[in-house]
């Protein structure tokens, strides 16, 4: 099941995934793509109507989660 969230975007990628976080109750996001699948490295280009998935580092067995 896919958990979808609007918010304000922030000023910077570091409060956009700590946020995401407090949203999600304690998931730790670590990275941000777009619908495309594009990596997205810097809060600037994301633009109004963007779909961003966050996604979960597992250490354990090296796999990515959308979420």
Same mark, same amino acid.
């Given at each position: 099941?896919?958990?979808? #969230?609007? &918010?304000?975007?922030?000023?910077?990628?570091?409060?956009?995934?700590? *946020?995401?976080? +407090?949203?999600?109750?304690?998931?730790?996001?670590? #990275?941000? &793509?777009?619908?495309?699948?594009?990596?997205?490295?810097?809060?600037? *280009?994301?633009? +109004?109507?963007?779909?961003?998935?966050?996604?979960?580092?597992?250490?354990?067995?090296?796999?990515?989660?959308?979420?």
């Amino acid at each position: 099941m896919q958990l979808a #969230k609007l &918010i304000i975007l922030p000023d910077s990628l570091e409060e956009l995934l700590r *946020v995401a976080s +407090d949203k999600f109750g304690g998931y730790k996001p670590t #990275k941000v &793509i777009n619908a495309e699948n594009a990596e997205i490295d810097d809060i600037s *280009v994301v633009r +109004d109507g963007d779909h961003l998935f966050l996604l979960h580092h597992d250490s354990d067995n090296m796999n990515f989660d959308v979420t």
